[in-house]
């Protein structure tokens, strides 16, 4: 018999949290693998509609971000700008656009979202402007509960993200967080997500493989 435990396992706890974040008025789909995800994802967007993102690499790993550039949509991307001051303008537009696509630093088992951000503009558009959100979280976001979200934000997916960036602090030198006062710090806001108001703006597509950090 071909049994994958992970896979077991990923799908029993999955549909769980699925319920748990329901309860707590997200709207909230389990998909065992990228591909699934990809295509309910999809199902999400209406044609025509204004798309924009923030801090989502998981959603590129699904093929998302791709999908969204070659469909029938309006794209608000920033990594398009020419200078800076196009690269905001863009960035202020994503804040009213109909559909913004976000991963998550961490989802707790208790149905709750902590990120961390820079300047805040990913966190700002998760709570509120964009008409829907979609947020993509593999497995490997998934921990108990919120201390260990907030922990699993700092010590893990900020250092790694900081690896990323021309920044100066003390997590881009040695990878481990040091709760750092930088200038550059890319932790000045840390969101606790508890609930989603209205109900059904925030989707979760919780899928059953590991993706981004
Ligand atoms: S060292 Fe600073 S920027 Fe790096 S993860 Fe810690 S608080 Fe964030």
Known sequence: MNIDPISMRNEKIGKKVCDTLN??????FYCATKEEALSKALTLIPEGKSVSWGGCKS????????????????????ATATTPEERQQIMKQALTCDVFLT?????????????????GNRVAAMTYGPDSVIVIAGMNKL????????????TTAAPIN???????????????????NSP????????RTRRCKPEGRIKVILVGENLGF
């Open 143 to 154: 921990v108990s509960n919120v201390m260990d979200a907030a922990n699993r934000a700092r």
């Open 23 to 28: 309860s707590r008025g997200f709207s909230a």
């Open 59 to 78: 959603a590129e790993e699904i093929g998302l971000i791709d999908a969204v550039k070659a469909g029938n949509y309006i794209v608000l991307d920033r």
């Open 103 to 119: 991963g998550t630093n961490a989802i707790t088992e208790t149905g709750e979202l902590v990120n961390i951000d820079g300047i």
């Open 184 to 191: 550059d710090s890319i932790c000045s806001y840390i969101v």
């Open 162 to 180: 900081a690896q990323r960036f021309d920044i100066k602090t003390p997590c881009k030198i040695d990878g481990a967080c040091h709760d750092c």
